[in-house]
């Protein structure tokens, strides 16, 4: 099969221009779009294209194979965005998940006050323009208000939920009982949640409409601090595991001044994103506070009664929570690089074969119809496993140099030899070095090279 030589190292830009570079890709390759684009878009709000949803739905399945699929001790919840207003004023949201928001004078720009650098004399200053005429801070509340039912008035006030940990709370018994579960014991949900932030930005990392990965871990209160550090651990190996450098992830613990008001220990998994370092993760441990604060408002137990030591306790939460989106993010700018092949540069995406969109191409070498009953007969066998894409258009230098660049870990090449010696090229993304696989034992060699 027509090929190139060995890749030759050159590495990937940095800074500002690797993240322009993956911004520019995910917009090209159909990862992610602007909102609404052709009416102007709606600021930091985004459409996740044909490649941007597979690999989202990659992201949140690899997350919960490791969180429930692959355990015992977690169980699956889906809850409602909307609730019961009285579950936001149990928690605290309605009081104190609010952000201080100043005003500039001069360019009427928004901004978060604890975001603002002074300036020499010791000014806070406009991000936008510079200058320090700015408003003084008001708090302001994060949370969506709608309404529910025909009459919009106070009585039908509710909120797009905030964060989907919530939801878990107030289902702890529910859980637990129905299912029989003594702590610990986990509960987990992938969903969205919707903040109205100040100061969106940076792609896809802050945005105002999100998803969230989520679990809440309920353990005796002595073991919280054992089962927190088992947790950061944990999580910190997960994305280790799907490619990212160790060298590129930390674990930060909170200051106790930037604890939240619920958490007795919380550590962030944090990522070196092109503009420093920023949160993937928060591993928090919520103490007895959430159980507790709906018991106190709803008049209903939350509580765990052992009935082999006739023990009575309102458990401790360890709650690993991540968002999908700019967890995605993290991976395609870990996976970015460029070498070059051949005496051309290529742009390839070093993807984990199970956050790729597709995990395998399937290109006939030319459109010629004597080889399209058995490309599709191959794709049909590969489609049962896995994601797939047949694509026959250009060069088949060209078609590889796509897949690289979408991270597509094979592509698999039926030619005209295929058609008597039913055999198949299959082409690694990574080293570009090409084996011929015999149609009859290609599902289990694509099995073993992508460890599905």
């Known amino acids: 099969m027509p090929d190139e030589h060995d890749p030759a190292p050159a590495g990937p830009p940095t800074g500002t221009a690797l993240f322009d570079a993956v911004v520019n890709l995910c917009k090209r390759r159909g990862f992610v779009f602007p909102s609404a684009e052709i009416y102007g878009g709606i600021r930091s709000t985004y459409d996740y294209g044909p490649l941007g949803a597979l690999m989202l739905r990659n992201v949140k399945e690899a997350w919960w194979r490791a ?156 073991e919280s601090a054992r089962w927190l550090e088992y947790w950061c651990t944990e999580r910190l190996g997960w994305y280790r595991r799907y490619g990212i450098p160790a060298d590129r992830l930390r674990l930060r613990p909170h200051d106790t001044e930037e604890l939240s008001h619920y958490s007795s220990a919380t550590s962030d998994v944090e990522f070196a994103f092109p503009w420093g370092w920023g949160e993937l993760e928060g591993i928090a441990n919520r103490t007895d506070f959430d159980l507790k604060a709906h018991s106190e408002h709803s008049g209903v137990r939350l509580e765990y009664f052992d009935q082999s030591t006739g023990e009575r306790y309102v458990p401790h939460v360890i709650e690993p929570a991540a968002g999908a989106t700019r967890t995605m993010m993290a991976f395609l700018l870990a996976a970015y690089d460029e070498d070059e092949v051949g005496g051309e540069r290529r742009v390839v995406l070093r993807l984990h074969p199970r956050l790729a969109p597709y995990q395998v191409a399937v290109l006939p070498l030319s459109r010629k119809e004597e080889l399209a009953p058995l490309t599709a007969e191959v794709l049909a066998a590969c489609r049962t496993r896995f ?42 993304r990574d080293t570009t070095a090409q084996e011929r696989v015999p149609v009859d034992a290609l599902l289990g060699y694509l099995s073993e090279r992508i460890g599905a």
């Open 387 to 428: 994601v797939c894409e047949r694509d026959e258009t250009q060069s088949i230098g060209r078609r590889y140099r796509r897949q690289d660049e979408i991270g597509t870990p094979l592509c698999v090449t039926v030619d005209f030899e295929s058609v008597t010696d039913r055999a198949v090229t299959v082409r690694d």
């Open 67 to 222: 969180m429930v699929q692959e355990r015992d001790d977690v169980l699956p919840l889906d809850a409602a965005i909307l609730t019961n207003p009285k579950v936001w004023e149990a928690s605290g949201h309605l009081a104190t998940f609010t952000d201080p928001l100043v005003d500039c004078r001069s360019c009427h720009e928004r901004s978060r006050a604890d975001h603002l650098e002074p300036d020499a004399s010791g000014a806070l200053v406009c991000p936008n323009c510079g200058s320090a005429d700015l408003t003084e801070a008001r708090p302001f509340n994060l949370m969506f208000k709608t309404f529910v039912g025909p009459v919009e008035d106070e009585a039908s006030v509710a909120y797009l939920r905030p964060e989907t940990a919530q939801g878990m709370f107030v289902n702890f018994a529910n859980v637990q009982t129905s299912m029989r579960r003594k702590p610990p014991f986990g509960i987990a949900q992938v969903g969205r949640s919707f903040r109205n932030e100040i100061t969106p930005g940076n792609f896809v990392f802050r945005t105002r409409e999100f998803e969230q990965m989520e679990m809440e871990y309920f353990v005796p209160p002595a």
